[in-house]
């Protein structure tokens, strides 16, 4: 795998671009700059990997457009250490850019043949969160509680299980809605463990599915 000055080049004219759509978190776009998306893509794709779109990864799955991984990733306000929970793995690009950021990583995928390929390829370039299979729904009770806990995958609702496993003062962000469309929303735990919900906008999803993890 190859990443060259043309590559660099490329993923400063992204940030450029996310920049433009309201981003201001330095480390968020430092990691992005620095990740070699393109070895994320099967090669139908790579020529288009720094452009600001989401593309299929295979099992009904979607790498994230860069500026809804920054979005996102700019809610949960990392710092280093932060022990986080992100639910759906995917190609694992999420889950890097937490790391760049100096996060303490745990993931989880139910697609097994997507879970598998991940936990592979990762670690060839350097990148080696906590891989999990399971039922993101459930998260991860033995691991809680989590400082920071992300949902990329669109929920019909929000799952109290993963509510329950977020440290008082911690944030968890996800999309919910249905029909394709979510609401993206932070939450916040307090101190005292009351929780304060926000809304940020509307994006597109793959769905969250309960109870279900696929041995394919």
Known sequence: MID?????????????TIKKK???????????????????????????????????????QTISQPYTVAFQTELLQIKKRDKVLEVGTGSGYQACVLLEMGAIVYTIERQKNLYMST????????????????????????????????????????????VEQLKPGGIMVIPVGTNGIQQMISITKTKTGEVIKREHGTFRFVPLLENKADDK
């Open 22 to 60: 309201g981003i201001t978190d330095e480390s968020v776009l430092l990691a992005i700059e620095k990740i070699p998306r393109h070895f994320f893509l099967d090669s139908t794709f790579q020529n288009h990997a720094y452009e600001d779109k989401a593309f299929p990864i295979g099992a009904g």
């Open 119 to 162: 936990k592979s390829f990762l670690p060839t370039i350097s990148y080696q969160p906590k891989m999990f299979f399971g039922d993101g729904y459930k998260g991860l009770p033995a691991f809680a509680p989590f400082d920071k806990i992300i949902v990329t995958a669109g929920a019909p609702d929000i799952p109290e299980l993963l």
């Open 4 to 16: 060259s000055y043309k590559h660099k080049g490329l993923r400063k004219q992204l940030v450029e």
